[in-house]
């Protein structure tokens, strides 16, 4: 069982980026999955849940109508598209499985917004 | 969304007990429980419980979690020096639709 997440960068206030995880190992298309972030030195913080068929979402207050959580179960693929980053989106960005809360984590991928 | 508070920093000896709390209200602990995860630096978190005492397989018995009203417990007996590490409580919380986490506890091992 396997998450592999990718697409962090450094990217511009303002700007956008999409993230990717991979799942491998398992039947991804019978799981829920979460984006978990951890800022630098800070605890974790719960972005976006998206169910097993794509058709139930829920975001965090601070990323509403800015983050948009999404799957490719023929992909085995999770995508989080962020825009309109801000400084403090800085952060690791994790996906997480869900089969009885956050049980199988990636190693995650670095988000910097900086000019 | 506000989180669950749990105390920064928790210290016990090589051996002993230590009990971390995470306490939220009943939108979110109190109705469903907690999970509590463990995350050493540099590395993601690893699920220790969830819905208050169901361990995932592999996690050692020395971890039991609890719940009273709205706090909930995670206590690791015989503590090791590979304890040491940040503690994290998570609950939905059906009032925002939304996870919300605990601030962490960093477990020292004396």
């Known amino acids: 069982v396997q998450l592999v997440e990718s697409g962090g960068g450094v990217v511009q206030p303002g700007g956008s980026l999409r993230l990717s995880c991979a799942a491998s190992g398992f039947t991804f298309s019978n799981y829920a999955m979460h984006w978990v972030r951890q800022a630098p030195g800070k605890g974790l913080e719960w972005v976006a849940f998206i169910r097993y068929d794509g058709k139930y979402k829920y975001y965090a207050d601070s990323v509403k109508g800015r983050f948009t959580i999404s799957r490719d179960n023929s992909k085995n693929t999770l995508y989080l598209q962020m825009n309109s980053l801000r400084a403090e989106d800085t952060a690791m960005y994790y996906c997480?499985?869900?089969?009885?809360?956050?049980?199988?984590w990636g190693h995650g991928t670095m988000v910097t917004v900086s000019s | 969304q506000a989180g669950l508070t749990q105390p920064p920093s928790v210290s016990k000896g090589l051996r002993q007990t230590a009990t971390l709390t995470c306490t939220g209200n009943?939108?979110?602990?109190?109705?469903?429980?907690a999970a509590w995860l463990q995350q050493h630096q540099g590395h993601p978190p690893k699920l220790l419980s969830y819905?208050?005492?169901n361990r995932p397989s592999g996690i050692s018995e020395r971890f039991s979690a609890s719940r009273s009203g709205n706090t909930a417990s995670l206590t690791i007996t015989g503590l090791q020096p590979e304890d040491e590490a940040d503690y994290y409580c998570s609950a939905w919380d059906s009032s925002l639709s939304a996870w919300v986490f605990g601030g962490g506890t960093k477990l020292t091992v004396l």
């Open positions: 009943s939108n979110n602990v109190g109705n469903q429980g």
């Open positions: 819905r208050n005492n």
């Open positions: 997480a499985q869900e089969t009885d809360a956050f049980d199988i």
